[in-house]
């Protein structure tokens, strides 16, 4: 007599969203009025090369692309406290350029902001992409 497994409800479903994040990335800070056919444009390749596009700059900001499950690490992250309420990441960033040892070594500027109101909190994280020693 066989024995067959059961599937658990959702398992099917579970592994389509695990495949859809290995090709999924997530890209962030780019303008309110920025029109679909420039971030087409922008992103024709795969999107594994699409990943190079991190801290481009499009219609004069530098947006983020990352793996839509990418996790803030923790040795590499600054926060930075105490900023105006209506900070922008465009303001952040050059903080953090210019420096010889900073140099295009910054991979994600966050500014965390209410859901809500779309207003900044005051803080920031900077990610950079080996750790830094101040």
């Known amino acids: 007599m066989e024995i067959k497994e059961k599937k658990k409800v959702g398992e099917k479903r ?6 859809k994040l290995l090709r999924t990335v997530f890209v962030g800070n780019l303008p309110l009025k920025v029109k679909k056919k420039l971030i087409l444009k922008e992103f024709k390749e795969l999107a594994e090369a699409s990943l ?20 803030y690490d923790s040795k590499r992250t600054v926060f930075m406290g105490n900023l105006p309420f209506d900070v922008k990441g465009e303001e952040v960033y050059p903080l953090f350029t210019g420096k010889s040892n900073l140099e295009n070594n910054v991979e ?9 109101l779309n207003i900044g909190k005051g803080i920031a994280y ?9």
């Not at 579970?14 to 495949?19: F, I, L, M, V, W």
């Not at 190079?52 to 996790?71: K, P, T, Y």
């Not at 990610?127 to 830094?132: A, P």
């Open 52 to 71: 190079a596009h991190n801290m481009s700059l499009i219609a004069g900001n530098h947006i983020r692309v990352m793996w839509i499950d990418h996790l």
């Open 126 to 134: 900077v990610l950079f992409e080996t750790r830094i020693h101040f």
């Open 14 to 19: 579970k592994r389509a969203d695990e495949s």
């Open 108 to 116: 994600a500027v966050r500014v965390i902001r209410d859901p809500h």
